[in-house]
């Protein structure tokens, strides 16, 4: 009885260093994980910051705070756990394979991201704005991740992919102070061309909606049958389809009040 418990103390003995030693290991390791923890809030919190007074987008400033917040972290226990004698090797091949497997499945999705942070880093448009893009045209009422949502002329909502936005011409009308707009109609080679000229002009005259600089014009085009009239003007960008809308009328009404032959198909020869 007494060789046995003899045995136990010296087996005891010789654990006790090795159990001291990863004890130390694993108290450092706590130490390292608690203020390691720390230090990533304070930087991403500094890094918050930094993006606010660059006057990044709220939403790609909270995305892009998750994504380096999540990424330190993730380093962070990854190193305590090879400090507690955890082999870590395997588990971030396994995590390569699986972001690559992951990104290859997602392509479209990622190009649709990626072009989301472009248009939130660069702001070629921002919500409010009108655009035209993609075979689509609207005002852009939110510019999510993804995708950017429009309404259109017929309140119909939209959804474009921002990878097509991010990698297409986009037209965009709010960033200029002024647009032209122009009405069109036929009249005869009859016709008399300087009256014309100044009744559609005097429709533009006490017009507050229409810049005086550039000036309003009419100008003139040939057809085979008929000559092209159109009246020409400059206003701010949210005025224009009303504008035209306004003059498509008003021009027709006082054309045809004094006596011209709009939208003639053929030449009247007497």
Known sequence: MEKQVHSI???????????????GQFFLALIVLF??????????RATGRMMEASHIEPTLRGFLLSVIGLFLKALLLISVASMVGIATTSFVAVLGAAGLA???????????????????????FKVGDSITA???????TSI???RTVLLDANNEIIYV?????SNNIVINSSESDRLAGSVSLLIDYQDDMDKARALLL???ENDAQVLKVPAPSVSFLPKPANIQVTLGFWCA???VSALVAKYSESSIKVLQKEGYRLGVTARNVA
């Open 9 to 23: 103390l010296e087996q005891v003995d010789g654990l006790l260093p090795l159990l001291l030693g990863y004890a």
């Open 35 to 44: 203020v390691g923890w720390k230090l990533v809030n304070a930087v991403t």
């Open 102 to 124: 992951v990104g290859m499945a997602l392509q479209g999705s990622l190009a649709n991201f990626a072009g989301g942070v472009l248009i939130l880093l660069f702001r070629p």
């Open 134 to 140: 993609g075979g689509s045209s609207g005002t852009v």
């Open 144 to 146: 999510e991740m993804f």
């Open 161 to 165: 992919p921002n990878g097509t936005l």
């Open 202 to 204: 005097g429709l533009t």
């Open 237 to 239: 960008p949210g005025d």
